[in-house]
């Protein structure tokens, strides 16, 4: 019930412009100004594995690139997993689920932002696992990869980012 109360203003609307309740945008998209969407929604399957690459780490849109720190979450998650087995299989879906969903998607770049947008709901979760890194990681090593990530989001708050 509680979906139903975020989902209903966007059925509503899409049964009073289009007649339909599950007809989106998508579908009525400029064919001049949209052509590789007429007709789609927007999605492509399957996950095109070039932009997977591109969305981890390449120096364009790559979370590993704007925060290379995250890398070890996924070493954490290793560790994570032999004593919370169930969070850190939840916490790999998310991340998995975000990035395959994002590399379909036509605008899987996030357009004119700073970094990886569509993969900002991930690190909340990737976190997790990074503090088991941390845990288990010399710091000597931590420190500066930290040091990057920080001054490379640090430069992202400029006016020219």
Known sequence: MGVLIGVL??????????????????YHMDPVIWPHLVGKSGFDFPPNLLIVARLLIDPYRGLFFYSPILIFSLVGLLYMVKRYKLEAILVFFIFSYLLLVNACWWAWDGGTSFGPRHLLPAIPFLIIPLL???????????KPIIIVSIIFNVIGLGPWA
């Open 9 to 26: 203003p966007l059925l509503l609307y899409n049964y009073v412009i289009f007649g339909s309740f599950l007809d989106f945008t998508y």
């Open 132 to 142: 088991f890194s941390i845990k288990n990681i010399s710091l000597s090593i931590l």
